[in-house]
């Protein structure tokens, strides 16, 4: 009775035994996934963290290239701006050379014309010289002179009267002007013709 009471309680707390072991044996298997589990998990999360930074990494990069793509555009766009700033000056001063150019060669041609058409009145006013009233020398002792050469512009006639200073017949002539078949369209033409004359006149007679 007591060897058999003796083994059942042996039987027994080897049955404890083993079922501690074994509590003891999942406990460490329970322990053993978590720790796994949790070093999966913490792989997991530093992966993911890491491909976090990378990502941030690259949102930086991506940032940093646009801002610099952004100061390169107006970096070419102030250069752009320059250029077109000194082609507008060159256009400018090329403008005013050309103008320049121009006006020189309009003074050019003023003066060119100016002295044709002085020219063209000395001419003319020597012309009309030769036509007006004279007299020689041995005309003048038979003639008797009241003045010394002259002329008179009668506007109410639109003519001028030319005297030679002496009386008689073909000592005075008249030149008309604004008319229809005046030679001289104008009264100033018509003016210095007579001033030609004039002066020739008096160089003739010897009168200052």
Not at 138 to 143: A, D, P, R, W, Y
Request: charged share 40%; with cysteine.
């Amino acid at each position: 009775m007591r060897a058999a009471a003796a083994n059942k309680a042996k039987e027994k707390r080897a049955e404890m035994a083993a079922k501690k072991a074994k509590e003891k044996e999942d406990a460490k298997k329970l322990k053993g996934e978590a720790q796994q589990k949790a070093k999966e998990d913490a792989k997991k999360v530093l992966h993911e963290a890491q491909q976090q930074k990378k990502d941030a990494k690259k949102v930086l990069h991506e940032a940093k290239a646009a801002q610099q793509e952004k100061e390169d555009a107006k970096k070419v766009l102030h250069e752009a701006k320059q250029k077109a700033k000194e082609a507008a000056k060159k256009i400018e001063e090329a403008n005013a050379a050309t103008k320049g150019k121009e006006a020189k060669k309009g003074n050019k041609e003023k003066t060119s014309t100016a002295k044709a058409t002085n020219a063209a009145k000395a001419k003319t006013g020597k012309a009309q010289a030769a036509r007006l009233p004279t007299v020689t020398a041995l005309e003048e002792e038979k003639l008797v002179r009241f003045k010394k050469p002259f002329f008179t512009n009668e506007r109410s006639r639109s003519q001028v009267l030319c005297r030679t200073g002496f009386l008689g017949q073909g000592q005075s002539m008249t030149i008309s002007y604004n008319k229809k078949t005046s030679q001289h369209k104008t009264m100033a033409s018509a003016v210095e013709a007579v001033e030609v004359w004039l002066e020739r006149e008096r160089k003739r007679q010897k009168i200052a």
